[in-house]
């Protein structure tokens, strides 16, 4: 087992009604509050007006319009200049991942004199934030319980996952019934992404029992109540058990000790998303079981054997190679069995920007250093196959 040295400052608060306590939280962090939202998904359901209520002895300065794959120009830019001239005390971010993430650059960036770029990009060090305390709509990145922020700037094709201690929000709230909105599409997205999350600390040299039971489970629980929240979206205990899997998905507790995987599909979706704006989870599923066959090999088979056996229920008497197959099969049908589309093209990827995105890919993302080393060949041949 490797060393590690871990802490999750974040507070979840977690259950139906739980908002109640949104005031008694704030009342720690101050009175100016920069309310952070999307295009509108939160007012439909009336927690805007819910948030407005709980809140109305506060000063409540507003960003909205965050879009998935959050901005950098304008929304991070757009948030660093409204706390810089208001001098916020505390970011409240309603939402799914990409309003937190957005909210958590801001968070630094208000507190850094240069570019905020130069944080995101690791050119520079944040040395302070404004705290975040979060209220999540969407279960997928993890990000209410995770140090990572994912920002996409256009001009340059960047989308850059940048992790920072002091982006863990101080305070998150959980309340499934604030999902029962959420679509079919983003509920099947969401599931892969979370998914993914666990593969992508799953797929490694040195585990141990004890991690790879955890995965395990929470592979199997997010196949199980993504079904039922498809089948039946206010179904409150399949969306509280998603809700939960994919808030532990992110924030490394599945790892500790294991040794690195370089969280490959990551890398690679992430180009997809920069380039064409496309939505993470989907991107994901389309590139994950194609990633698989591809780093198939001598060295990684024996992870597949065991994620076939213990996760699909593959008989485990057979040669290791077919059990292996057999789940990476297994894994894209269960992504096309909720509906999303498994094929670049379904999304409006073609062929003509492949050879660029792989070469993206192999400058930043540091593939080559991962458990199944990729090159900028094997991205092309990854993106190709997923066409
Ligand atoms: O903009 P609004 O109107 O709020 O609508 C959103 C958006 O259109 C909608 N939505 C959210 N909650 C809803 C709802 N619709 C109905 N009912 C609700 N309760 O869903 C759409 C997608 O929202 P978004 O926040 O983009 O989705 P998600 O939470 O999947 O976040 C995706 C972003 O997170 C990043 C991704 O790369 C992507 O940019 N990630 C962040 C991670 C992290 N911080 O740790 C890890 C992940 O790997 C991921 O990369
Ligand atoms: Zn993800």
Avoid at 6 to 32: C, D, H, N, W
Avoid at 240 to 249: F, I, Q, V, W
Avoid at 269 to 289: C, K, N, R, V
Avoid at 308 to 320: E, H, R, S
Wanted: with cysteine; net charge negative; proline share 4%.
């Amino acid at each position: 087992m490797q060393n590690f040295d871990y802490q999750t400052p974040t507070r979840l608060i977690f259950g139906e009604g739980v908002i109640a306590k949104l005031p008694e939280v704030m009342s720690q962090f101050g009175k100016k509050v920069l309310l952070t939202y999307g295009a509108g998904s939160i007012k439909k359901i009336g927690l805007y007006d819910k948030v407005k209520e709980l809140l109305k002895d506060y000063d409540i300065y507003e960003l909205s319009d965050i879009q998935p794959n959050p901005k950098y120009d304008p929304s991070v830019l757009d948030g660093v200049k409204i706390c810089k001239e208001n001098d916020i005390d505390v970011i409240l971010a309603v939402g799914g991942g990409s309003v937190l993430d957005c909210s958590k650059a801001i968070a630094t960036g208000a507190k850094y004199d240069g570019d905020p770029w130069d944080l995101i990009s690791y050119k520079a060090v944040a040395t302070e934030s404004i705290p975040i305390v979060d209220i999540i709509t969407l279960a997928a990145t993890g990000s209410e319980y995770d140090q990572g922020g994912v920002i996409s700037r256009t001009e340059t094709n960047d989308k850059i996952g940048y992790m920072d201690n002091l982006n863990y929000p101080k305070v998150s709230f959980l309340d499934p019934t604030y999902t029962f909105t959420v679509s079919k599409k983003q509920t099947a997205a969401g599931c892969a992404d979370a998914m993914n999350h666990i593969m992508e600390q799953y797929f490694c040299e040195d585990s141990t029992l004890l991690n790879d039971g955890f995965m395990e489970a929470g592979l199997k629980s997010l196949m199980i109540n993504t079904k039922k929240c498809l089948e039946n979206p206010e179904d409150y205990t399949a969306r509280a058990e998603m809700m939960l899997a994919c808030t532990y998905g992110c924030n490394g507790i599945y790892s500790l000790g294991s040794s690195y995987t370089g969280w490959p599909c990551h890398g690679i979706e992430h180009a997809l998303s920069a380039y064409y704006d496309i939505t993470h989870g989907e991107g994901l599923a389309i590139i994950t079981p194609r990633w698989m066959k591809h780093i198939l090999s001598d060295k990684t088979v024996k992870r597949f054997v065991k994620y076939g056996v213990n996760v699909f229920g593959i008989d485990a008497n057979q040669d290791k190679f077919d059990i292996a197959n057999q789940a990476i099969d297994a894994t894209y049908k269960f992504f096309e069995s909720i509906g999303i589309p498994m094929h670049l093209k379904d999304v409006g990827i073609d062929d003509s920007r492949i050879k660029e995105m792989a070469h993206h890919i192999a400058i930043n993302e540091g593939l080559e250093n991962a458990w199944a080393p990729l090159n900028e060949d094997d991205l092309v041949k990854i993106l190709m196959e997923s066409l």
